[in-house]
């Protein structure tokens, strides 16, 4: 009699208990020794549960099958099953890395070989549901595409960009870093396929051509909508796309752009992007914006994490995510954090921490344990080191670390060394162990290849990563460019360690095990959570007619509300256009245009006289809304005031990030007290008991190498700060010709020079832009009215022979699409 096997049967512990399947799983799960017999026992168990019809049941029958191959190298149910789901990568890859199955001359295996073959295109095997994908991104105009990672999500992108062309494409990507990184990969491919395009990264980039494509973040696309009141959009792309959901404000911004760019061109073409969403509709925005989007998500399965889990001291479990139960191994888990992850550590290893400063003191234990012998560092970690050391400061902990093999990466490292960070760890080709310390930023679509995965911490932000974001972060170990290599491929990583301990930096109630058994059970919803008032299936009546006010000043006509509130001053709807709504603009409006309208005298130029004008205008007397504090601060504090004011005549200045750097420890060494304030993120004592959080450390207690690396953090928040808050205050007090041009102009962009500003805004760093002003302009031709750049021939070559900075002449490789 058939017996019908669920997915919840097999979970259910009495069920399995004292059982021979049990017994025999397990034994494989803990890479012990089995006989012929044993396994083959095994497979006729993955057999029956492959024919079950239960999604999960029959991905612990490929689990079977596949552990059941890399431990025997026989590769016959492997192949089968592939075959069977054409997953041509997988065959692809065992006929490469052990051509003694192609001595199996059946017909059936021939067949399967030449069938193969419709699944390579450009050097690249991809499977079923890959080229399946790529077709649905190409002949929908209106899709959502829902893939892990691997699955060339970013490739259908840029292909879909320049497939679009002629015409006005915008890509929209979640960080600055992420506009680097696309950038450089389109213009790579644009050489390669001999595209003529504009490349725009920068709002201000943009002078009117019919036929660009754009790469922006949200804020950057509302800026060039509010710049262009005419600029109409042919095809936009959402790169991870689940970040919409959510009700934070950089999710409302992206909202707005799209139902903005929707309500600019009716038959706008549109592309959503996202590793997990269980139900596409919930990117649907208001007023059926959205209703001929299509979807496609990707249901098959090609890798299978192994996850081992247990606590720093204790006994490492295996934990199996199909049957939630953990497996006791014989091996102890190292006391230490630094020594677990070396311990347990593969060829490249990802280390997930939630904060920042966790990430940097991680980093610094493990590169203290891992140092190598005499000083002896490869080639290119010493030039790293002269790098860093020359752009940023000698004692920034990331030089010490890289001598050990170790880097860390947050979204509070100097933005210009974010993507060569990356490319440090990507490109490194040494025999030894390396480690990346990282936080969510790995979550942005960072490209780093690893086969091993260790998280120490279940959090991130406030909260505990939700489903989603586990099986996004799970997902970026052991790519797809890794296991199936046409030169090595890594059959192995088929089923990539994830390591799940419970270390010192993680919230002492967590039990990482029942944790576990609710993120990794593959028969669980990624959990959709949708608080975007702008969508659909997001909250209603107040929060939503409040975010369509917003956008109906922001856009006349895109929010579709009748009867809505509008701004009665100009100071009030170029609040709403530059994105000010730190507190009610109805309500503060009248107030703050009078008090615009009395200001008399001289144009504001000086940092000191901007921050007063700022306070007196918009924030005296104001209530401010959530994760307003800075703002707070300034409103609040004449010492804060006098900070800022002092921050910005640095940036005014131009000052490189290296002497910023020396300005700050300056800064803090005047400073009577030996308390100095960092933040929360990074405090260790309170100045007050009374004060909830830990914002100051005692400067006595620290060495130069330690506030080197709080001053760089701090500036890095300062500025993203200034970009994020205080510079929408300048540009409307620049529109209401308050604030003098050569002023506002060294602000923005730390110079007034035309040349300079040009070459930023076509996506340059300050330290590049500044080097090439000085020494290389006959390679890099401006027209500073059109706000164009040219590279010319021989720019690489001379900076190359001038033995520059290496990361600078990392950044003019991606500017021109060369390769390292």
């Known amino acids: 009699m058939a017996v019908d096997i669920t997915h919840r049967k097999l979970r259910n512990q009495a069920n399995l208990e004292g059982s021979r399947f049990l017994e025999l799983y397990e034994r494989m799960s803990l890479g012990a020794t089995l006989s012929g017999d044993e396994y083959q026992e095994l497979l006729s168990y993955a057999i029956i549960f492959l024919r079950q019809g239960d999604a999960t049941v029959e991905k612990l029958g490929y689990r079977i099958a596949l552990q059941y191959s890399l431990d025997t190298a026989d590769f016959d149910p492997l192949l089968d099953i592939a075959d069977h789901r054409e997953l041509m990568p997988v065959i692809a890859a065992i006929h490469k890395a052990h051509p003694g199955v192609l001595e199996d001359d059946s017909l059936h295996r021939v067949i399967g070989v030449a069938h193969s073959k419709n699944f390579t295109s450009d050097g690249i095997t991809r499977t079923r549901e890959q080229l399946a994908l790529r077709a649905f991104n190409t002949m929908n105009a209106h899709a959502a595409i829902i893939a892990p990672t691997s699955y060339g999500k970013s490739e259908m992108m840029t292909d879909r960009a320049l497939a679009s062309l002629p015409g006005a494409v915008c890509i929209v990507v979640p960080s600055k870093a992420l506009i680097a990184q696309t950038k450089a990969e389109l213009v790579r491919l644009m050489r390669q396929r001999d595209i003529s395009a504009r490349v725009i990264s920068h709002p201000e980039a943009y002078n009117g051509e019919p036929s660009f494509v754009a790469i922006l973040t949200q804020e950057r696309l509302h800026k060039l909508f509010v710049d262009n009141p005419g600029l109409k959009i042919d095809q936009l ?95 102890a888990i190292p006391a230490d954090d630094a020594d677990a992850v070396i311990t347990f550590a593969g060829h490249r290893t990802i280390v997930y921490l939630n904060k920042p400063r966790d990430a940097q003191d991680l980093a610094r234990r493990i590169a203290m344990k891992t140092a190598p012998a005499n000083d002896a560092i490869a080639s290119a970690a010493a030039k790293a080191i002269e790098a860093i050391s020359d752009l940023i400061d000698k004692d920034y902990l990331l030089v010490d670390v890289i001598r050990s093999g170790v880097l860390f990466h947050h979204g509070q490292i100097p933005e210009v060394l974010r993507q060569y960070v990356e490319s440090l760890f990507r490109e490194d080709r040494s025999p030894d162990n390396r480690y990346l310390v990282t936080t969510s930023t790995l979550l942005e679509g960072v490209n780093t290849p690893a086969d091993t995965m260790v998280l120490l911490s279940p959090d991130r932000g406030r909260g505990y990563l939700a489903r989603s974001a586990f099986r996004n972060l799970v997902g970026r170990v052991a790519r797809f460019s890794q296991i199936f290599s046409m030169d090595t491929p890594k059959l192995s990583l088929l089923v990539p360690k994830v390591y799940v301990f419970k270390s010192s930096y993680a919230p002492k109630r967590w039990n990482p095990l029942d944790w576990l058994e609710d993120r990794a059970d593959p028969s669980k919803s990624a959990s959709d959570s949708v608080e975007n008032p702008l969508l659909e299936s997001g909250p209603v009546d107040q929060p939503r007619i409040e975010a369509l006010e917003r956008l109906e000043n922001i856009e006349s006509g895109a929010s579709g509300l009748e009867g809505a509130r509008l701004a009665q001053t100009h100071l009030g709807r170029l609040c709403f256009r530059h994105g000010a709504h730190d507190f009610d603009v109805f309500r503060y409006e009248l107030l703050m245009h009078e008090r615009a309208a009395d200001r008399t005298g001289d144009l504001v130029s000086t940092a000191d006289d901007l921050i007063a004008l700022i306070v007196d205008i918009f924030l005296t007397g104001v209530e401010l809304g959530r994760n307003t504090d800075d703002l707070e601060r300034i409103r609040d504090e004449q010492g804060a005031r006098n900070f800022y004011a002092m921050f910005l005549s640095w940036r005014a ?168």
Not at 283 to 293: C, I, Y
Not at 306 to 330: K, M, W
Not at 780 to 794: F, I, Q, S
């Open 237 to 331: 792309l959402i790169d991870e796309a689940q970040n919409v959901l959510s009700d934070d404000a950089r999710a409302l911004e992206l909202s707005q752009v799209i139902l903005v760019a929707r309500a600019r061109k009716a038959d706008l073409q549109i592309a959503y992007y996202t590793p997990f969403l269980e139900n596409p509709e919930v990117l649907r925005h208001v007023n059926g914006a959205d209703e001929q989007v299509r979807a496609r998500t990707v249901n098959e399965q090609v890798k299978i994490e192994q996850f081992l889990v247990g606590t720093p001291g204790e006994s490492l479990h295996v934990f199996d995510q199909f049957l939630a139960r953990s497996f006791e191994t014989p091996r």
């Open 653 to 820: 200045e131009g000052d490189p990030l290296k002497l910023m750097i020396g300005r700050y420890l300056t800064h803090w060494n005047r400073q009577r007290d030996d308390l100095i304030w960092v933040g929360s993120k990074w405090g260790e004592v309170k100045r007050f008991e009374t004060e909830h959080t830990s914002a100051y450390v005692r400067r006595s207690t620290k060495s130069r190498g330690a506030l080197v690396n709080l001053a760089i953090v701090r500036i890095k928040a300062e500025l993203d700060f200034l970009d994020y808050s205080l510079m929408k205050y300048l540009e409307i007090l620049f529109s209401l010709e308050l604030v003098e041009e050569t002023f506002y102009l060294k602000l923005k962009y730390g110079t007034a020079d035309r040349y300079v500003i040009t070459l930023l805004r076509n996506g340059m760093s300050f330290e590049l832009a500044h080097l090439v002003a000085e020494s290389y302009r006959e390679f890099v031709g401006a027209d500073t009215a059109a706000n164009t750049m040219e590279l010319r021939p021989g720019l690489l070559e001379a900076i190359e022979s001038a033995n520059i900075n290496d990361i600078l002449l990392f950044e003019v490789r991606g500017l021109i699409g060369a390769q390292a």
